[in-house]
């Protein structure tokens, strides 16, 4: 399928201009700065990180500051679905049901029901297991 919407420009995926005018000078060379993010990244304290690269803490912390860093755990999560599967969703919704509920309630139902049905099945295997052989005249 070919792409119908306006593609992304040019600058998509750079930092805003206003966020880089409001982010605080930062006082060290772009090595240091690099050199402290990958200490960061290895797990050492800021002020250990200050005293190998030679350079004050509170320059070491604002780059440090600025620094993405991966959650833990995250909280929430996308669902790319088709319209049919959302409007399916929509009519599923409980009121002001959060979607998120509303998902997990419909899996709940799909796993409940899935595990009956092979509960049913395993039953009706069995059954027709218990009959002999060869049938008697």
Do not use: C, W, Y
């Given at each position: 399928m070919a792409f119908?919407?306006?593609?992304p420009?040019?600058?998509?995926?750079e930092?805003s201009r206003?966020?880089?005018?409001l982010r605080?000078a930062?006082a060290?060379?772009?090595?240091q700065?690099?050199?402290?993010r990958r200490?960061r990244?290895?797990?050492?304290?800021?002020?250990?990180?200050?005293?190998?690269?030679?350079?004050p803490?509170?320059?070491?912390?604002?780059?440090l500051?600025?620094?993405?860093?991966p959650r833990p755990?995250?909280?929430?999560?996308?669902?790319?679905?088709t319209?049919?599967?959302?409007?399916?969703?929509?009519?599923?919704?409980q009121g002001?049901e959060p979607?998120w509920?509303t998902?997990d309630?419909?899996l709940?139902?799909?796993l409940r029901?899935?595990?009956?049905?092979?509960?049913?099945?395993r039953r009706?295997?069995?059954?027709?297991?218990?009959?002999?052989l060869?049938p008697e005249?």
């Open positions: 119908k919407g306006k593609p420009g040019s600058g998509s995926g930092m206003r966020t880089v005018m605080p930062i060290l060379e772009p090595r700065r690099d050199e402290a200490l990244r290895a797990g050492h304290e800021p002020a250990f990180i200050a005293e190998t690269i030679g350079a803490l509170e320059e070491v912390e604002k780059a500051v600025q620094m993405r860093m755990e995250t909280t929430r999560g996308t669902l790319n679905v319209l049919a599967a959302h409007a399916l969703v929509m009519k599923e919704r002001n979607l509920q998902m309630r419909m709940d139902e799909l029901l899935r595990a009956a049905e092979a509960a049913r099945a009706r295997r069995e059954d027709e297991g218990a009959l002999p060869f005249t």
